[in-house]
């Protein structure tokens, strides 16, 4: 079954730049997706098909989708972007399914 | 203005049968492209996918519980149940239903509810 690999946890300074990684066998060739879940709270839509943004999501978040990695973008960090992220991909190879990843912790320092 | 509601348990016995229903509103799951979905969270742990209906009844299943769950809808009802047998506490999560919209050969998730806590405990 296809696996998604994120860092568990990835700090960064107000203002600086966070990347959280997101890796799996040619994910280049599929379309990923990612979350931000603050504590308590549903998931939230951030980022879909590698780098499109839904409405009411600051252009801040982006990503990016090549080769074995995606990785999604957080500029001017804030204290308020602190969440768990995950990437996530349909996996139509064997079985159809969802994947997840395992999530990245986000601490803003 | 779309929105979803998990209604169910909050505590479940083991090798009882779980029942959850989402009732939604601001869409339909008549209209090609909509799906919804069922997801889980352990407290602590990572999302977990278990089920995806879509607008022309196909359903889909996680590979390691597809023979424990069943995802149907009720169109007329704007409702979509997933029923989950055996239970057992390992299966004590926050369970999300989420509107999934199909893309060129993927799904993502773009409106979830707030999640309901289902304790599996005798």
């Known amino acids: 079954s296809y696996v998604l690999t994120q860092p568990p946890s990835v700090s960064v300074a107000p203002g600086q730049t966070a990347r959280i990684t997101c890796g799996g066998n040619n994910i280049g060739s599929k379309s990923v997706h990612w979350y931000q879940q603050k504590p308590g709270q549903a998931p939230v839509l951030v980022v879909y098909?590698?780098?499109d943004r839904p409405s009411g999501i600051p252009e801040r978040f982006s990503g990016s989708n090549s080769g074995n990695t995606a990785t999604l973008t957080i500029s001017r960090v804030e204290a308020g972007d602190e969440a768990d992220y995950y990437c996530q991909v349909w996996d139509s190879s064997s079985d159809h399914h969802v994947v997840f990843g395992g999530g990245t912790k986000l601490t803003v320092l | 203005q779309v929105t979803l509601r998990e209604s169910g348990p909050a505590l479940v016995k083991p090798t009882q049968t779980l029942t959850l229903t989402c009732t939604f509103s601001g869409f339909s799951l008549s209209t090609s492209g909509m799906c919804v979905s069922w997801i889980r969270q352990p407290p602590g742990k990572a999302l977990e996918w278990l089920a995806l209906i879509d607008w022309d009844d196909d359903k889909y299943y996680s590979t390691s519980l597809k023979t424990r769950l069943t995802i149907s809808k009720d169109t007329s009802k704007n409702q979509v149940v997933l029923t989950m047998t055996n239970m057992d506490p390992v299966d004590t999560a926050t369970y999300y239903c989420a509107r999934t919209s199909y893309g060129d050969y993927t799904y993502y998730f773009d409106y979830w509810g707030q999640g309901t806590l289902v304790t599996v405990s005798s």
């Open positions: 098909d590698d780098s």
